[in-house]
C-alpha cells in the first residue's frame, strides 16, 4: 500500500521527535555497581572546552561531569551525603539535583574538595522497597563547572569520591579509564544508628549553633513559618546576626513579625514570573522577592509592636548570647508568611529554603548543613489551652563553628609580666593588613613596647616604640612593621608570683567605633584554670564540661564595652580606647607544678564575644628589668584611671 503526501509529510516531522526525546528514566548504572551491596558511586568527566582569555600559566577550562548514588544495600539511605575531592580549583557553576553541604550558593569554589547533599531527592530507597525502581534508588548529578591549570587531554578528575553518611565504609576508589571513579560504601557493621528504618524522621542533631524551620500554618499558596536560631555553645555568641537562605521555587515573603529582610523590595516579582502569576496582588504591600534574602532583626523597641512585633524572644538587635551566660537571651525567633509558586500549590507540598547563612559582628564563622525534615516541633496553644499545638511540618539546620583557611581574627591579646618593663605586642596584621600610602613591613615582627604604649592607637605608638627601643639597644625595622589592625585587643599581664598563689590583670580595648553590650572574654589555660579563685572587677566562673577555660562578663554597671572616643582635646590628644580592666588571682593548690613565669600563667586561647584572637608567639622573658612590676601596674593603672576620668 502506497502512503499519500499527507502521511509521508506526518512521518516526517514526527519522527525526529520520537528519536531526540530524552530518556524517562535515570541513565543506567555503571556495570560495577552490580558488585556492590551497599551504596554504590561513580564520577564521569563527560566534557570539557577551553574557556577565553588565553593564559599558558593558568589556563581555565569548562568541564561538565556527573556524579552518581546508587543504594544496592537493604537499607533506605536518608539524607545522602557525598564527598568530591576537587583538586583543581575548580569554581563550580551548577550542579543538579544537590545542594552544596556547607550552605554556599553557585557559583562557589571547591578546589579543596565538598560535600554535596540531595536535593530535593534527600532520600534513597532500595531496590526490595521499589522493586529496582531507579527513579527512587538513584541520584544523578549533573556538574559544570570552571577548573584551572589542567590541560583537556588530562582528563581532570578528582582525588576521590566517597560516601559522606555516618555508618558507612568506603573501599578504596577504582579508576575505569581515563575518566570514570567508582567506590562502594557498606554499612559498618560496628557502628550504632541513631534511628530505625521504619521512621519517618531523622533525630534532630547537636551543633553549636541550631535553626528550626517550623511551618506553623498551611494555605494552597501560602504558609506561615516560624524560625527558631538558638545557640548551644558555651563561648559562641552573635550580634547584629544577619541570616541567608536560597529560595527554590520562586517563593518570596509577604509578610513578617519579628524580622525584617535587608532590603524590603518587591521588583523581582513585578517583572518575575511572581507578578504574572498572581495578578491580582498589590506588590506594594510584598517585603521581599529576592531569590537570596537577608533577614535581620529588629530593635527592642518593636518588641511589642502589633504588626511587626509580639514574637516571643524576637526584637534584640541581633544578639544572641551563649547559654551559659543567659539562657533567656540565647534564641532569637521571628515569623513570615511565604508564598508559592506553581507547580506547588497545595496545602502539603512544602520545601523549606535552601543553603542557610549567619553571620555576626565580631563573632565566630558558623558553618551550616542542610535543612533536615525533623519530627513536627510543639508549641504552647496561642489561646493559652493545656494542650500543646503542632508544627505541620519541621526542618532542622544545624551550624558549627567553623575557621575558614586564611580568615583573619578580629582580636588580638598582647603579653607583658612583673619580671619585663616590655609588653610582647599583637602580631604584625594579627587582624589582616590593610592597603594603605603608607610605608611599613607585613613580615617583620611587632617590635617591644613601653607599656604606656597600650593605651595609644596604633598610629600613636611609633615615636615610643623607636624611644624604647633606642633605651633597650634594639634593632628598629625599617620599614617599621604594620599594625595589627584589630578592633578589639586584650593585654594579659602576669602581677604577682608567690608560694601560694599568683595574680595576673587584664585589660581589654575597644578601638572600633561600634560598642558591645553583654561582652564576654573566655581564656582558655593548659594548666592554670582549675586553681582559678576570683575577678575582682568581672564575673568569673571556670565553664562546666571542662577544666580549662575561665568566662569573664562584666558586672551589673560594667557590662558594656564603649567605643573609641575623641580625647579631651581633639586637635592634639589622640582618640580612647573603650577599656575594662579587672586583677584576677589563682592558688597553687589545685595546680601542682604549675610554672607560672615559663608560660603556664598565660592562656593558650583567647576569645572575645566568641571569636578566637591572635595570640603573640613569645612570652616576656626575664631578661629585662625584674623589678617593674610596680612601674608597669602604676603606669597602666594610673593611665586607666585618667582615661576613665576623661570620659566621664
Known amino acids: 500500500m502506497s502512503l499519500n503526501w499527507v502521511s509521508i509529510f506526518i512521518l516526517f516531522t514526527t519522527l525526529p521527535f520520537t528519536i531526540c526525546q530524552s530518556p524517562a528514566t535515570p541513565e543506567a548504572p555503571a556495570p560495577a555497581a552490580n558488585t556492590c551491596n551497599g551504596v554504590f558511586l561513580s564520577?564521569?568527566?563527560?566534557?570539557?572546552?577551553?574557556?577565553p582569555p588565553d593564559n599558558p600559566k593558568h589556563q581555565a577550562y569548562r568541564f561538565e561531569s556527573t556524579l552518581t548514588v546508587l543504594n544496592n544495600?537493604?537499607?533506605q539511605l536518608k539524607q545522602w551525603r557525598a564527598f568530591v575531592g576537587f583538586q583543581h580549583e575548580e569554581i563550580l557553576v551548577s550542579a543538579s539535583n544537590a545542594v552544596l553541604f556547607d550552605g554556599n550558593s553557585f557559583p562557589a569554589s571547591v578546589g579543596n574538595g565538598t560535600l554535596f547533599a540531595g536535593f530535593p531527592m534527600s532520600d534513597l530507597k532500595t531496590a526490595v522497597m521499589t522493586a529496582g525502581d531507579l527513579t527512587q534508588m538513584q541520584v544523578q548529578v549533573k556538574i559544570v563547572g570552571t577548573q584551572f591549570g589542567v590541560g583537556l587531554r588530562d582528563v581532570p578528575m578528582p582525588k576521590n569520591i566517597s560516601l559522606a553518611n555516618d555508618g558507612f565504609l568506603c573501599s578504596p576508589v577504582t579508576r575505569q579509564g581515563k575518566?570514570?571513579?567508582?567506590?562502594c560504601c557498606t554499612k559498618d557493621a560496628n557502628a550504632k544508628s541513631n534511628f530505625t528504618v521504619d521512621d519517618n524522621f531523622l533525630p534532630r542533631q547537636s551543633g553549636d549553633l541550631t535553626i528550626m524551620y517550623d511551618v506553623t500554618r498551611t494555605y494552597d499558596s501560602n504558609y506561615w513559618a516560624q524560625v527558631t536560631v538558638a545557640n548551644h555553645n558555651p563561648i559562641g555568641r552573635l550580634d547584629n546576626w544577619k541570616l541567608s537562605w536560597d529560595w527554590m521555587h520562586d517563593e518570596f515573603i509577604y509578610t513578617m513579625k519579628g524580622a525584617y529582610p535587608y532590603l524590603a523590595d518587591s521588583s523581582d516579582c513585578i517583572y518575575g514570573p511572581q507578578g504574572t502569576y498572581y495578578r491580582d496582588l498589590d506588590f506594594a504591600n510584598v517585603l521581599n522577592c529576592e531569590r537570596r534574602p537577608t533577614i535581620i532583626d529588629l530593635p527592642p523597641t518593636k518588641a511589642n509592636d502589633t504588626t511587626l512585633g509580639l514574637v516571643p524572644f524576637c526584637?534584640?538587635?541581633?544578639?544572641?548570647?551563649?547559654p551559659s551566660m543567659d539562657p533567656s537571651k540565647s534564641t532569637s525567633v521571628f515569623q513570615l508568611q511565604v508564598f508559592k509558586m506553581p507547580p506547588d500549590l497545595n496545602?502539603?507540598?512544602?520545601?523549606?529554603?535552601?543553603?542557610w547563612k549567619i553571620n555576626g559582628t565580631l563573632n565566630p564563622n558558623y558553618q551550616c548543613g542542610p535543612p533536615v525534615k525533623v519530627s513536627p516541633s510543639h508549641f504552647p496553644d496561642p489561646s493559652g489551652g493545656p494542650a500543646n499545638r503542632t508544627a505541620f511540618a519541621s526542618?532542622?539546620?544545624v551550624c558549627n563553628i567553623t575557621r575558614p583557611k586564611g580568615r583573619s581574627p578580629k582580636c588580638c591579646v598582647s603579653f607583658s609580666a612583673y619580671y619585663n618593663d616590655s609588653v610582647v605586642p599583637c602580631k604584625t596584621c594579627a587582624c589582616g593588613c590593610k592597603s594603605t600610602s603608607q610605608t611599613c613591613s607585613t613580615t617583620a615582627p611587632a617590635i617591644l613596647l613601653p607599656p604606656e604604649a597600650l593605651l595609644l592607637p596604633f598610629e600613636n605608638r611609633s615615636s615610643l616604640a623607636r624611644a624604647w627601643a633606642d633605651l633597650k639597644h634594639r634593632t628598629v625595622p625599617n620599614p617599621m612593621p604594620c599594625a595589627d589592625n584589630c578592633g578589639v585587643s586584650i593585654n594579659w599581664h602576669l602581677h604577682t608570683d608567690y608560694n601560694r598563689g599568683w595574680t595576673a590583670r587584664v585589660t581589654i580595648f575597644n578601638w572600633g567605633e561600634t560598642a558591645f553590650p553583654d561582652w564576654f572574654a573566655a581564656m582558655q589555660f593548659d594548666k592554670a584554670a582549675p586553681g582559678f579563685e576570683a575577678a575582682y572587677s568581672f564575673n568569673g566562673t571556670v565553664l562546666d564540661g571542662g577544666n580549662d577555660t575561665i568566662f569573664m562578663?562584666?558586672?551589673?554597671?560594667?557590662n558594656f564595652l564603649v567605643g573609641e572616643t575623641d580625647g579631651a582635646n581633639p586637635e592634639k590628644d589622640p582618640r580612647v580606647p573603650g577599656k575594662q580592666q579587672?586583677?584576677?588571682?589563682?592558688?597553687?593548690?589545685?595546680?601542682?607544678?604549675i610554672n607560672v613565669p615559663l608560660g603556664d600563667g598565660f592562656p593558650t586561647k583567647v576569645f572575645f564575644n566568641g571569636e578566637q584572637c591572635s595570640l603573640p608567639s613569645i612570652y616576656p622573658t626575664s631578661d629585662g628589668n625584674t623589678k617593674s612590676s610596680a612601674l608597669l601596674f602604676s603606669v597602666l593603672a594610673a593611665a586607666f584611671v585618667l582615661l576613665l576620668i576623661q570620659q566621664q
Open 582 to 593: 579587672s586583677v584576677i588571682s589563682f592558688k597553687k593548690k589545685d595546680t601542682p607544678g
Open 553 to 558: 562578663q562584666g558586672l551589673p554597671g560594667l
Open 43 to 51: 564520577y564521569t568527566y563527560n566534557s570539557g572546552s577551553k574557556l
Open 395 to 397: 526542618w532542622q539546620v
Open 73 to 75: 544495600g537493604l537499607e
Open 347 to 355: 496545602r502539603s507540598e512544602l520545601t523549606p529554603p535552601q543553603n
Open 315 to 322: 526584637c534584640r538587635n541581633g544578639t544572641i548570647l551563649p
Open 179 to 183: 575518566s570514570e571513579l567508582h567506590v
